[in-house]
């Protein structure tokens, strides 16, 4: 059965439903991108910056996903003018030293004895959905669209670790991000959505479940590039990332937000 389920404050909710419905419109229409939250641009292009706002106005918010610094900054400030809030992220990003970094994971970490962790797939219960979501919400990390964790609506992997009594306490997602044929992004997938809870850190619970993620997208969808966005100066991300086996290679990330529509102007935290 096709999953339906989104997530967090009513905005929010309202945010991811029509980003999963204008994605399921357009049927992947070239230049743009959609993981489980909204649909966005991946680079500028002529007169795209008004496709942006109309974005923005059907669903929201919108991202461009795809800019050098100096572009990000001139776009930020047009952005600005035009009344919308806009966070900026430093795009982590990783091929085979990924892939490799998640084998050396998985090889020199073992999970906790009291730990399980389950892959979110169409048959999963949708009470595991729900603690996934729990987690990462509890944490400020908004999941995306419950179809795209479950990999109905693209490839994607929704992973959540439940200890002995059945409580979430990690999770991690992947999923794909632009057309498969599109020259620079098309065998990239997002990475990320890494929340952990308070009482278990330490013990490199997203460290692993990020490494099963990044092995599960290479296993069973063929993906060997990894990104995810990482507002700059967050340094337990950075270095999460970078045990990861990504780095910074210089692009930039912009979501865009209509604080009309979203309280607080950010999608996520």
Known sequence: MFDDS???????????RR?????????????MSYYGRTVGLLRPEPGSLDTLERLIAIQGSSTYSDLTRQEASALRLQLDARGYSGTRYDAWEGDDDALKAARRILSNHALPEDIRVVTLDAD???????????VALSCGVLPIAGSML???????????????NGRAVCCAAAAAFARDDDPKRGD?????MLATDPDRRGQKLALILGALAMQQMHQRFGFASFMTGVQPGNAPSEAVCRASGLQDRGRTILTVVDAAVLPGGKLTS
């Open 188 to 192: 990239q997938c997002w990475w990320g």
């Open 19 to 31: 980003g999963r419905a204008l994605h399921d419109l357009l049927n992947d229409a070239p230049n």
């Open 6 to 16: 989104f997530f967090g404050t009513d905005a929010q909710q309202g945010l991811l």
């Open 124 to 134: 999963a219960a949708e009470t595991d959905l729900a603690a996934l979501a729990g």
């Open 150 to 164: 479950r990999g109905q609506t693209r490839p994607g992997v929704g992973l959540v670790a439940l200890d002995a």
